[in-house]
């Protein structure tokens, strides 16, 4: 049995952070609890609240000039809002997102869900898994297929919950459970959301028609480029639902 590379240890970072760990003769699982409030940085809050402030521009014009404009004023809205509303919405989905990490004798499986249970599952042979590491440029867990890409988990907004994390795969890795997996890699079941397509739906059809409302009856310099922007984007709501379903991937 190989050696165990050294454990960096950070003060009460697992329990702080949502950080469990599980070693057995079969498996080794790290779960990493979806950190909360904690996930969101200054610049998504800053980003969110520029985006408000430009959208209240011609409103604030207008009282200024005594004349508000109400189709300037709408279209405006839209165009700040809807990213707004985009950060906001990923946001929430990171805010409930929930990592888990497998290592048995023969793999290495890598999950990202979230609350429906739905997300991105990653499975590798252990022994083509080359460093685990902290990515330096965007802050993300770095999983090397040898020879054949990179991939990378967003785990925690925190540098020491990411590196701790990371040296957790790697001694796995380094020194792996023994005996078969079994089920071992199966994964939690999560409570699936009855309300995730109906929402998506609806706001594919209020995004739609908000674009048809600027493309034919909405006489404003900007708004046909805008409503056929939005009247296009219209179908993603219902892409996300209907095309993202849990993945599987084994190379």
Known sequence: MSASLPTLQYADVPARWGVSVERTPSAFRLAVEPSGWRAITPGYIVAIGVLLFLS????????????????????NAIVYLV????????????????VLFIVTVETFTGATLDASGRGRVLSLPKAEVGYVKRNPYN??????????????????????????????IAEAL?????????????????PRSRLARPAAITASLIMALMGIILLFFVDHVIAKPVGFYILLFSAIPVGIAFGTQPKKFWV
């Open 56 to 75: 209240i521009g011609p409103i604030v014009g207008g009282r200024q000039a005594g004349r508000i404009e109400w189709p300037a004023v709408i279209i």
């Open 83 to 98: 990213p707004a509303l985009g950060i906001a919405l990923f946001l929430w989905k990171r805010l409930r997102q929930r």
């Open 139 to 168: 802050g993300h867990l770095s999983v090397q297929h040898v020879g054949k890409d990179l991939f990378d988990f967003y785990v925690s907004p925190s540098r020491e919950v990411v590196e701790y994390v990371a040296a957790q």
């Open 174 to 190: 380094t020194d792996p459970p023994t005996e078969p997996a079994g089920n071992a890699l199966s994964l939690p079941p999560r």
